[in-house]
């Protein structure tokens, strides 16, 4: 076995045991982005419809529109459903 090939399986024997490392880390890491994906999925845009429609009927209509221009879009139904969950913690502020 020559020098390169002597290196190239040393690289293969550390990519493998990475592999290993992180399938022994991964159990754990794996069920917290699932925890944090089921709770970004839960909030439906029918779930900020409700909140935004009850701050518009306290008054508030001009800082809901604000929000959902601050977050891109002109309409509800446009905004993208990964910011639902901050506009929710904003509209929930007002």
């Not at 994906?37 to 029918?46: F, H, L, R, T, W």
């Not at 959902?68 to 506009?87: F, H, N, S």
Request: glycine share 4%.
């Amino acid at each position: 076995m020559n020098e390169t090939e002597l290196i190239l399986k040393v690289v293969e024997d550390l990519y493998k045991l990475a592999q290993h490392i992180d399938d022994l880390i991964k159990p754990g890491i794996s069920k917290e982005k699932e925890t944090q994906s089921e709770q970004k999925k839960s909030i439906s845009v029918e779930d900020v419809r409700a909140i935004l429609a009850e701050k518009s009927q306290a008054g508030k209509q001009a800082e809901v529109r604000a929000l959902i221009v601050k977050y891109g879009t002109d309409k509800l139904t446009d905004l993208d459903p990964t910011c639902y969950e901050a506009l929710l913690k904003e509209a929930e502020a007002l």
